[in-house]
């Protein structure tokens, strides 16, 4: 039986199937898939849903994920249509959109902006719907496997312990990281870090037009800021800075948020008649990666084994793609288990994959010759489609992107090198600050 506010039994079930630890989108997906191919799932969320959680732009590449999973229509009642995403440059408009239509494959040429709070419910709520045993307010704080099962322990928000066995363990549990940090495997990233402070302001101007949905981007000395439309005159807005610069103010968290997002003037002239609304939150040292992703009857999916940074609104896509991959690989080893290794052995190459696609460029975004290509695109060869396919999500695939983006690479390098002076000093900054360490942020823990 299952349990949505813990209110109908007081502990999951015994032993299943399969045993989902996170309720967010990377737990929700691979639980709804792995149910539907007929095993028995019990999903543990340490929360309960409704909950606020930072990570609000959606990418195209979601969309037939959203399909699959049979809400594609309800994530669309309850989002902001975004067409693309725009940075600022000395253009008429004061911006440069790359829009998600002039993709090299604009199959899917639009995403949503959507609020994570109703995003996660609906999630959650379609799993159950699909067979999972879906349980709230259970945090789970150990795993043991053993030669045919898995167990989990944890405790109920009433106090109350609880013990579930399994033939398999899905870690989804985000910045939590279960396995992770059990089995010490979560290393903080060494060439890049980041903090943030963020909140939903009310009253903010929004781009003209087609463009009204889009996220903006704004770079500023310390790093960068997003800004996403939402329902109801809703916009989220994130500063992500170096964690010196955090950890160097003398204001509250609300004054010093508007003291940074002040000290940009294109972006403070759309929020002269905006406030606050709420979710002001503050969090840092959020990138990292486990030295393994998979292990005898284990596996994690999304930010459980690492993040690199918000920049591209890639952390719920990841989470779900790799949600799907990770129930094709669950369903395979439960059926053949001596093909486990093999199966897990593609799932870890395919992410890692991914990810050093998109940390190349995180990593590199605040430079300035990142700065001076992002302002004068140019779309010889296609490469301005392949970076617009990129922001997309579309890093996985076999389809000209791969080619133009190591091109675009290349020509980045010239680019710095006309600059080698400021490139280096910037480089070096980056260097000192992934050593730096933010603490007492207000933000939760969960990833996607």
């Known amino acids: 039986m299952s349990s949505t506010d813990g209110s109908v039994e007081a502990v999951p079930p015994a032993e299943s199937d399969i045993i989902v630890v996170g309720g967010g989108p990377a737990g929700c997906t691979a639980a709804t898939l792995l149910a539907r191919r007929g095993w028995s799932v019990t999903l543990l969320e340490k929360g309960s849903h409704p909950r606020f959680h930072i990570g609000e732009s959606l990418l195209p590449m979601n969309l037939p994920i959203l399909e699959r999973l049979g809400v594609l229509d309800a994530v669309a009642a309850i989002g902001v249509r975004k067409g693309g995403a725009d940075f600022p440059a000395p253009t008429t408009e004061g911006y440069n959109a790359f829009r998600f239509d002039r993709a090299l494959d604009s199959t899917w040429a639009h995403a ?13 709520q379609n799993a159950l719907a699909n067979g999972v045993g879906a349980w709230q307010g259970r945090r789970v704080t150990t795993f043991a496997t053993g030669r045919d099962e898995v167990t989990v322990e944890g405790i109920a928000e009433s106090g109350q312990p609880f013990r579930c066995k399994a033939r398999y363990l899905v ?67 994130g500063a ?13 968290n609300r004054d010093f948020l508007l003291q940074t997002l002040r000290s940009i003037p294109n972006l403070w002239q759309r929020m002269e008649h905006a406030e606050i609304a709420g979710n002001l939150h503050a969090t840092g040292n959020y990138s990292y990666t486990c030295t393994r992703i998979s292990g005898r009857r284990w596996i994690m999916a999304g930010d459980s084994y690492g993040f690199v940074d918000p920049i591209f609104s890639s952390g719920v896509y990841l989470a779900m793609h790799g949600a799907e991959a990770v129930a094709d690989v669950v369903d395979g080893a439960l059926r053949d288990p001596g093909y486990e290794r093999r199966l897990q052995r593609a799932y870890s190459q395919q992410i890692r994959r991914g990810l050093r696609t998109l940390s190349w460029f995180i990593f590199r975004f605040t430079s300035p010759a990142m700065r001076k290509l992002f302002a004068a695109p140019r779309n010889d060869l296609q490469l301005e489609q392949a970076m617009i396919s990129m922001l997309a999500g579309d890093v996985f695939r076999n389809n000209g992107v791969a080619w133009r983006l190591r091109v675009f690479k290349l020509i980045y390098v010239v680019t710095a090198l006309g600059d080698l002076k400021e490139q280096a000093r910037a480089y070096f900054f980056r260097r000192r600050q992934a050593r730096a360490v933010f603490t007492g942020g207000t933000a939760g823990q969960d990833g996607a």
């Not at 992770?180 to 929004?206: D, M, Y």
């Open 171 to 237: 870690d989804a549990t985000g910045r939590d990281t279960l396995v992770g940090s059990q089995l010490r495997l979560k290393r903080k990233n060494p060439r890049h870090q980041s903090a943030a402070i963020f909140a939903h302001f009310r009253g903010v101007e929004r781009r003209p037009g087609s463009d009204a949905g889009n996220i903006s981007i704004y770079r500023y000395d310390q790093g960068w800021v997003w800004l996403i439309p939402l329902r109801d005159d809703i916009t989220s807005i």
């Open 240 to 252: 992500v800075c170096w964690p010196d610069y955090l950890k160097g103010r003398r204001t509250g």
């Open 112 to 124: 949503y902006q959507v609020r994570r709070d109703e995003f996660d419910t609906l999630l959650f």
